[in-house]
């Protein structure tokens, strides 16, 4: 609270820890707007470290976080899974964080070994067999010392094959053979060797569908279909959004705690997100760069969110930004050159949203 505010102090005083300042005089109403975003914000804040600890996987390491009924399924599913051998199959959108419940399930099992990662949709078809199973020196032309595959090296640990969707039909038949009998033969060998690590595969495909046109191997997707974990889209689980924008503001602001209004909070959780939460990170990553302050508002949500494409989005958020715009020039008097300033936008910029809006300038009586 102060009566002398500059931009230095208030940034120093943001820097520090507050949440934010407010300049004397004010109105009753502002002081508990302020107060009541502040436990709003304290209060998600709380819920999604209580999460974490409570579920021991929805912590920021693995930046799976949640409290909705289908995450909360989720968890569960990665604390029954984790210490089986058999075969997880996980499914989901593109962006819905598969590679992460992946590693959950590694990290929350007993396996010490390496978690490695490969996405099946990247490896050349040329050599995709040499990648998985090794070879030895002389099995093909440039092959001129011996090399371990992915079965080998994520002995004692976890392989994670991301998009199986994706593998080529030849070593798909292949790759059966070593989940069936747990062993494996690097190219130019007629030796077997064992498989001593455990496959977890992921997919945004519809493997049963795949089956049904010839894609995917019917005895492959039915090994693999052990157990199953779908991960849900995040439309599906929006009551999540908040709880992920404050994890992101955590975990990427790196110049100062930065706080988000619950007007922009709001119209974030409105969106449906056909990137799901990849989306969003990316989305609070730019909001963080490109920020004016230590507090991201409507202003500062980008295109690259799609929010103008959707109407239903697009309406909540011009109603939202009226309401923040009327709010802030009622604060201070009707001078639009403060408004402009608190608002951190140009005095012209104001004047256009004012008008776009529906607002008309007030003067002071």
């Known amino acids: 609270m102060t009566g002398f505010a500059t931009v230095s102090a208030a940034v120093e005083a943001l820097k520090t820890g507050a ?57 569960e599913s990665i604390l029954r899974v984790a210490d089986r051998n058999q075969p997880v199959l996980i499914t989901g959108e593109t962006g819905t964080g598969k590679e992460r419940v992946a590693l959950a ?9 390496p978690f490695v990662a490969v996405d099946c949709g990247a490896l050349s078809p040329h050599l995709v067999e040499s990648e998985l199973f090794g070879h030895v020196r002389g099995a093909f032309t440039g092959a001129d010392r011996d090399r371990k595959g992915l079965l080998e090296t994520s002995a004692g640990g976890t392989l994670f094959l991301d998009e199986i969707g994706d593998l080529p039909l030849a070593l798909q038949v292949k790759f059966f053979r070593v989940l069936q009998d747990g062993e494996f033969r690097p190219l130019g060998t007629d030796s ?22 010839g894609t995917f191997r019917a005895e492959l997707y039915f090994r693999l279909n052990v157990l199953a974990i779908t991960v849900p889209p995040l439309r ?86 009226r309401e923040v715009i009327a709010k802030t020039l009622l604060d201070v008097g009707g001078n639009v050159v403060e408004a402009a300033r608190a608002l951190g936008l140009s005095r012209a910029t104001l004047y256009r949203k004012m008008r776009t809006l529906g607002l008309r300038e007030t003067k002071p009586s």
């Open 19 to 75: 949440y934010d300042y407010i300049e004397k005089p004010f109105t009753r109403e502002r002081l508990t707007s302020l107060v009541e975003r502040l436990i709003q914000a304290r209060a998600q804040r709380t819920e999604n470290l209580l999460l974490g600890q409570q579920l021991n996987v929805g912590d920021s390491h693995h930046g799976i976080v949640g409290r909705s009924p289908r995450m909360v399924a989720v968890f």
């Open 105 to 113: 399930i590694h990290e929350q099992g007993t396996r010490k070994g």
């Open 236 to 321: 599906s689980r929006r009551m999540d959004i908040p709880l992920l924008v404050h994890h992101f503001l955590e975990m990427f602001a790196d110049n100062g705690p930065v706080t988000i209004s619950p007007e922009a909070s709001n119209i974030l959780a409105e969106y449906d997100w056909p990137g799901n939460v990849r989306e969003l990170q990316n989305c609070i990553i730019r909001m963080i760069a490109n920020r004016k302050s230590h507090r991201l508002d409507i202003p500062d949500i980008p295109a690259l969110a799609g929010l103008s494409t959707n109407s239903s989005a697009r309406s909540a958020l011009d109603e939202a930004e």
């Open 192 to 213: 077997m060797r064992r498989f001593e690590g455990r496959v977890i595969a992921a997919t945004n495909r519809d493997l049963e569908q795949a089956v049904k046109e």
